[in-house]
């Protein structure tokens, strides 16, 4: 079967989250880097034993939580109007350049497009609006209706049950290597953006394809659409 | 009801981890200690996406795929003779030197005392023997009799299962907050013992007792026990 619809991740897939550690920067002159690392690194980690420990909320209460641990951690003031600009950076995040024209054209390749993020709908809704993307996807789905963080196969379900597919014939798209695994062991083929150049995490997992933007899933899915049809042709 | 029973974390909490810390100095000069962190931190993340997506494997091999993981991000090259090395550290972890004469009056007041640990049984097996603990403690539990990693439910249910004790009459120790966290979500008494000076993480859990080294621990116990006594007593 070929791919018959593209689920992606958001943050850091889509939507840029440079501009966080840039704002960071500004507020804490030499410790924006240290900021970001952390703070991103502390709201996965926040996703993940909620998660196992069913004390599910809001990816949106998460992050902030992982913001206050991260500045009391780094000895960081945080102030309200700080905590407000960098939070409120989430609902402002830009696309990465080349991401709306391939995802124009995977959608006129008769591809069903939809998102799957751990943000909750109103920090995706303003995601998306921000970036200009609101017509290019069939569903934004977030794991909020399973109050479960990805990569619970339930936040994963949530894919197929939409869409009507198999997972098998659904391509998951992400840029960490995590959530790739995760879709992988679910079942769906997987495409890794590797912006980073990341090593592949130690999981037992292999992606399906690989690249480094998103110009290079759609070379990997035009491949995945020519093998079939000259499988299809008479010899 | 007075604490009746308590039971330990193992890594960090009762098994002194910096002496893998120092080998891998001395194996990659320089890189020791940005291999060691980096290592702790990818062997909890693989332990949490294998529970959470039902992969489970044994604690000894999570941590040596975390182990190749790290060099190769860190661009180390990890020979089968430093890999040995390091992993075979593991095996041979001293004990906090408080830790035994604190074990041996807690248990000398009545307390029942187990570990339960996230390490597979051998390598718990040789970490206890090598420090000198075999006699200290009533049970020695693993995670691996249900392929669950902390913070499952499923591993803190070991406790209260072997003990026969309800979860909120038995104390938890951990020197990990996240550990902490998730016994306390699952209804344990916790006692944070916070040997590297750290702040509590934002999961809106707050320990019963906390300290720096296990003699804390002991004082603690011995405050619980004189309130219920005194509770007790006539006025």
Redesign the interface.
């Known amino acids: 079967m070929p791919i018959r619809a593209i689920v992606f991740d958001a943050y850091g897939t889509l939507f840029d989250v440079y501009s966080i550690g840039a704002l960071a920067e500004r507020l804490f002159p030499g410790k924006g880097a240290a900021l970001a690392e952390l703070w991103r ?2 709201q996965i ?2 996703t ?8 599910y909320k809001p990816f949106w209460e998460v992050t902030q ?2 913001l ?2 991260s500045c ?2 780094l000895k960081l003031d945080l102030t309200l109007d700080a905590q407000n600009q960098l939070m409120g950076q989430y609902a402002k995040l830009p696309a990465f350049p080349e991401n709306l024209p391939v995802l124009q054209e995977l959608k006129s390749m008769g591809m069903k497009l939809a998102i799957l993020s751990n943000g909750n709908p109103d920090m995706l809704d303003a995601a998306v609006q921000a970036a200009g993307m609101n017509e290019v996807f069939n569903h934004i789905l977030s794991v909020d209706a399973v109050r479960k963080f990805k ?3 339930e936040a994963y379900q949530l894919g197929p049950d939409i869409l009507g597919l198999a997972a098998k014939d659904i391509l998951f798209v992400s840029s960490n290597c ?1 959530d790739v ?2 879709a992988g ?2 079942g769906y083929k997987t495409f890794w953006v590797n912006r980073a150049g ?2 592949l ?4 997992v292999t992606p399906h394809g690989q690249g480094t933007t998103l110009t290079d899933l759609r070379a990997f899915v035009e491949q995945d659409r020519n093998e079939l049809q000259s499988q299809a042709r008479p010899a």
């Open positions: 690194d502390k980690e926040y993940r034993l909620r998660t196992m420990c069913s004390t939580d992982a206050v641990f009391r951690k990569t619970a196969p995590w695994c995760g062991w679910f990341a090593p995490e130690e999981l037992g």
